[in-house]
């Protein structure tokens, strides 16, 4: 596969990641800091996408086996990319319907984040499907490292645009920017989109999906695999449950503006793009994935504490810096654990455990903001909302650092052993 035809699936991901970026990197702050909305509903509306996220299995299998006018992918990338920007462009609608009457309001923020959450999920399934359609085994790996390139970058730039477009923040204006993201993902998807899949066209390699229930099946059922998904879901919760508050933190603890805010998004990317670019030239030489996985939640157990630290002692010039130690520290673990994911996959069971890490990602990253979102609520009735934001930061960087324990107990090379014996032991029954 040719990397223009790369750069145009990349340009679905960038679209999916437009309409994403201003409601975890903006909207979420003004609901909870301007519109004084509860940071466990706030975290409840945004985490709906992972809510969402097992509706892959049947909508990847349903696109399979069911082609729209010759093409297996393209009708379904259109319908969840539509629905995605659609949905989100109306987010802003719902935040204000709540602030001027709860109830009502929640009910139409239901259904408007929920329409996001399932285009979100139609889309990604279905042009990461095309990926793979598309893409011999040995250009895979390539691929995706240009779609997620392609992906952060353009976090990073939305985050940059946006904020700079809310300088001075009315909801009128809010409301605009987010209609204009929408309007430049729906762009930047139709021209990625049109005439990339070739119509009635046989895919490369068709692999049998698995239901998430399956997957985890799979994975509780092996020792070693179990420890290596509950220790990820673990990692993954601490390190991406700040997600929902970073913003209305910097706000409460420094009042900071909405444009200033915003920009955290950008430092954060910023940070962990350099962090992977460093480590796929760099550390990868003399870095087990092992020790890098526990480098990089160590870097970033410490960004933690020290975005704590800076709101209880009042230090901003403390602040963004440790926002960037955060993203480098994320950069690293993401490259290595992903790097230890596939090497806790068995060839013979490529789709069940890759499922398995799936189903790990989307369930800690729900997981992870609703429970900063309840915790930053109760701590809040008790110690003030300043400390409440800092004392969800050191918990979890508590939380990744017994997760780095349990990593240390984690024995890769155990298990790919026992695998390759199982397999021998299989070879040998069958000729038998």
């Known amino acids: 596969m040719s990397w223009f035809k790369m750069i145009r699936l990349g340009m679905l991901h960038v ?86 009457n709860f109830w009502p309001g929640l009910m139409l923020a239901l259904l408007i984040f929920g329409m996001w959450g399932i285009g979100f999920n139609t889309a990604v399934v279905s042009y990461l499907s095309l990926a793979s359609d598309m893409s011999p085994s040995h250009l895979r790996s390539r691929t995706i490292a240009v779609m997620w390139f392609m992906m952060i970058t353009a976090v990073i730039g939305t985050a940059i645009g946006a904020g700079r477009a809310l300088e001075h923040y009315t909801p009128e204006r809010l409301i605009e920017v987010f209609a204009i993201c929408a309007g430049v993902a729906l762009t930047i998807a139709t021209l990625g989109l049109i005439g990339l899949e070739p119509r009635n066209a046989t895919p490369v390699s068709y692999e049998e999906r698995h239901s998430a229930a399956d997957s985890v099946r799979t994975v509780i059922g092996d020792p070693l695999a179990r420890r290596f998904f509950i220790y990820l879901m673990f990692m993954l919760s601490a390190i991406l449950g700040q997600d929902v508050l970073l913003e209305p933190y910097g706000a409460q603890a420094f009042g900071l503006s909405v444009r ?69 520290g994320t950069g690293i673990a993401t490259a290595t654990n992903l790097a230890l994911m596939l090497d806790m996959t068995t060839p013979q069971q490529v789709g069940l455990f890759i499922g398995a890490w799936g189903v790990a990602d989307a369930a800690a990253r729900g997981l992870g903001n609703l429970l900063a979102g309840v915790l930053r609520d109760i701590a809040a009735l008790v110690v003030g909302p300043t400390s409440a934001y800092a004392t969800v930061f050191l918990v979890e960087a508590l939380i990744l650092c017994t997760a780095l324990v349990m990593l240390r107990a984690i024995d890769v090379s155990a298990f790919r052993s026992q695998r390759r014996e199982l397999g021998q032991l299989v070879a040998v029954i069958g000729d038998a």
């Open 15 to 100: 679209a999916v990641a437009i309409s994403l970026v201003p409601i975890t990197g903006v909207l979420n702050r003004i609901m909870i800091h301007e519109l004084g909305i509860m940071a466990s509903v706030v975290a409840a509306l945004i985490i709906l996408p992972h809510l969402f996220s097992p509706i892959q299995v049947f909508i990847g299998q349903f696109s399979d086996r069911h082609p729209i006018w010759g093409y297996r992918r393209t009708p379904y990338i259109a319908l969840g990319i539509l629905l995605c920007v659609v949905g989100a462009a109306l987010t802003p609608f719902a935040a204000f319907a709540m602030d001027a």
């Open 260 to 328: 200033e805010t915003t920009q955290l998004t950008a430092t954060w990317g910023g940070a962990t793009l350099l962090a992977l670019l460093l480590h796929g030239i760099f550390f990868s030489r003399w870095l087990t994935n092992k020790r890098g996985a526990m480098l990089g939640g160590a870097i970033a157990a410490t960004g933690l504490t020290l975005i704590a630290l800076s709101g209880i002692l009042h230090i901003q010039p403390l602040f963004v810096p440790s926002i960037a130690l955060l993203g480098f």
